[in-house]
């Protein structure tokens, strides 16, 4: 059974920084792309970053280019999320994504679309203090 397990929210001021992690286990997934995503309240899903498999492409949302940085370790089963000069606009759950249909084994390119995404995390709350 695939699980991910995001890790390492909190509570930051404004300035701040935090990393989140995202264990997966059931499969091995350094072969997929996997990604971070973002939900605030009364809003829809949207993309953080997302890296591909071999962690050589990265893809990031327009609002968060130069100050977070997504990651992986294969030999962990772990992405990270190093997020630096947070701003309360941060504010939200942040959801890990792996892309795992039979079509997305070794895809160079990762997909922005959360909707490309099979399998999530239970959600790690991020809040940023002004």
């Known amino acids: 059974q695939v699980q991910l397990v995001e890790s390492g929210g909190g509570l930051v001021q404004a300035g701040g920084s935090l990393r989140l992690s995202c264990a997966a286990s059931?499969?091995?997934?350094?072969?997929?792309?996997m990604g971070w995503f973002r939900q605030a309240p009364g809003k829809e899903r949207d993309l953080v970053a997302v890296?591909?498999?071999?962690?050589?492409?990265?893809y990031y949302a327009d609002s968060v280019k130069g100050r977070f940085t997504i990651s992986r370790d294969n030999a962990k089963n772990t992405i990270y999320l190093q997020m630096n000069s947070l701003k309360p606009e941060d504010t939200a759950i942040y959801y890990c994504?792996?892309?795992?249909?039979?079509?997305?084994?070794?895809?160079?390119?990762?997909?922005?679309?959360?909707?490309?995404?099979?399998?999530w995390g239970q959600g790690t709350q991020v809040t940023v203090s002004s």
């Open positions: 994504g792996a892309d795992m249909d039979q079509y997305a084994r070794r895809r160079s390119v990762p997909p922005p679309d959360p909707n490309e995404y099979d399998y």
């Open positions: 890296i591909n498999w071999d962690g050589h492409r990265t």
């Open positions: 059931g499969r091995t997934f350094s072969s997929y792309a």
